[in-house]
């Protein structure tokens, strides 16, 4: 062999190193791609699941909220239309002087109206304090005339407020009415030289 056929063949061999270093580092940078390409599309199911899922809980979130808003609605309705008949039973019973069924039926009534109805709950509170205050339990009057003027003001209704206001001051009134009438009736004396000769009270309690 001479010496330019062995340097030809060394640079055919020279050549096929070089090939077989470029299809291997092709064939890495493939290896490469099918990795990346792989771990995407394993992101994008991962993503896909995730999404729905999520889409899945907020639809099954929805649906629950509905029933659960269905249910207090009709919890509500169905409350409403007991508290009125409960009303109405109060005051046919009141109507028929049996006080205790009334205030009973009353009670009632406030408890199915504190469900979602503030104007009806006033109304209890209102029809509870008139009959304690004809039964002469001011003091509880006054509790339920409260109320009354809470709610009242709570839902911005001025009609009641006036109300439960003027009812709420007779009633403090009836609460120490028994207290004036006691010490009219020990100063009668007083109070009737006073109605006469008009001279100052503390001259008249001295005087005498």
Known sequence: MDVATAIIIADLVAVAIVIATVVVAVAAVAAIVVVVVVVVVVVVVVVVVVVAAAAAAAAAAAVVAVVVTTAIAAVVVVAVGEGKACCALAEAYQGLGDIPLAIANLEIFLQFAKL????????????????????????????????????????????????????????RGSIHAERFMEVVASELDVLMRWKIMREPFYSIVTAR
Do not use: S, T, W
Not at 116 to 127: E, L, T, V
Not at 141 to 165: G, H, L, P, S, T
């Open 116 to 171: 979602g109805d503030p104007a009806q709950q006033a109304k209890a509170c209102c029809k509870l304090g008139i009959i304690y205050h004809q039964q002469k339990k001011f003091d509880r009057a006054a509790v339920y005339f409260e109320k009354f003027f809470e709610i009242a003001r709570f839902i911005n209704n001025q009609q009641m407020a006036d109300a439960a206001r003027v009812n709420l001051g007779i009633c």
